[in-house]
């Protein structure tokens, strides 16, 4: 046995040893989250601790312990019981072991309890602004794109993020779909030979009973146009001992399944949750990650490169960044749309490509994910393309029919101002701003080599 698996399978000792959150906020992480652990569940051992059962039994979901998290007075429990049972909430003693509760602001916190401005903001967006149950063809079934569907296979998750998209069906109570629908569900995409991707998303459809989910797959899998299947889910970020050996090798016979999660902050790269991703990792299913954009959550370009390389660390991919979807009770999360592209533009370039999402709106009104990205395309004309790169240095390229003689001909004197219309009239070849490190590099180089010439 490698020593990494004697230690998940042997715990240590006894009593709850929360590990230190990578990201290293401060040194006193850990002790604070043991007091946090002991106050909610002071009889916890070590293994009770790491079984996703005893974490999903034990999860605050009632007033009770809201009260004693938030030292609620008499006076404000009224308006946080009308807040849960307008949006329910749901924490696992793990995601909650995260939090720095002497910061208001800590980013655990705010995804997982319930904030009054919620019903504050009740009003303002909608149930459903992406108009999903428009694009439903049979109930629970989103057909949007061409060749892929989304199954919403359940509306239960082992945290309810604040965030939620889908908080309009939290209402419908916690359940997963039957077999009844699934069968439905199942024949419109047996008939319907476009489809090449499904979807199963929810909800959290790795909290449904792994039987089901197991059948569900295995009957996806058996239709033959239905090519790739790809899972969603928030298991390893918000309970990870819940991706047990027992669901990835489920899983694994399930292959080619892809598997999205939602990390949205540095904070949630734990040991636990590394773990977690790494056993998925291992049999063969690639882990790809969604983010939301939060506004004081993870609304910084910094935040985000953390985010980003710490996710890169433990081989989990940046697809998507989400702009926050106008949803009812989410408003108070939402940013600019600036924001992302800004983030965009402090990433691209200046990190690995393999760290970069795609920041995605979703638009209302059921128009699917656009991208959206800082503007590298200047200007065009017939011929020619006027792109910036990264570093604002503007390069002119040229499209293939475009001859070098033609080139020449055009040049007629204008542009002799400089700036880009100099790099359209023909010349020049780009406008490069030359206080960059790159170029300091280049001249740097440039010296050695004639330094080495001289010798
Ligand atoms: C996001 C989404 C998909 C998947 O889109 P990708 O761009 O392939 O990730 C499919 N269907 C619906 C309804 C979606 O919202
Ligand atoms: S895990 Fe996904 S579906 Fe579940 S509450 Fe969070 S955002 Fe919503």
Known sequence: MSEAAREYEEPPSQQIQVLPREDAHGGDDLFRKVDLARKFWPEATQSEWN?????MANRLRTLEPLSTLLDLKPYQKPRYKRLIDAFHYSITPYYLSLANWSDPEDPIRKQCVPDLRELEF?????????????????????????????VIATNACSMYCRHCTR???????????????????????????????VIVSGGDPLTMN???????????RRISHVEVLRIGTRLPVVLPMGVTDDMVKMLRGHRPLWLNTQFNHPAEITPESREACDRILSAGIPVS??????????????IMKDLCHGLQ????????????D?????????????????IIEMMRGY????????????APGGGGKIPLQPFYLLSVTDKEILLRNYEGMIIKYYNPDETHMERGRKSNGAGRDGGTAQLLKGQGKALVPEETQRYKRRKQKDLLFKLGDMK
């Open 351 to 362: 990190t690995g490509g393999l760290t970069i999402p795609n920041f995605v709106v979703d």
């Open 167 to 197: 908080k309009r069906i939290w209402h419908e109570g916690e359940s997963s779909r039957s077999k009844k629908d699934f069968q439905a569900m199942l024949h419109y995409i047996r008939v319907t030979p476009e489809v090449r991707e």
């Open 326 to 342: 106008p949803v009812r009770g989410v408003e108070h999360f939402r940013t600019s749309i600036w924001k992302g592209i800004e």
């Open 51 to 55: 079984d996703p059962r005893w974490q």
């Open 210 to 220: 792994m039987e089901l989910l197991d059948w569900l797959l295995g009957e996806l």
């Open 289 to 302: 990650n969604q983010s939301v954009l939060l506004r004081g959550i993870n609304d910084s370009p910094e």
């Open 313 to 324: 660390r433990i081989m989990v991919r940046p697809y998507y960044l989400f702009q926050c």
């Open 122 to 150: 009740q009003m303002v967006g909608d149930n459903d602004p992406l108009e999903e149950e428009d694009d439903m063809q049979v109930q629970g079934l989103v057909h949007r794109y061409p060749d892929r569907v989304l």
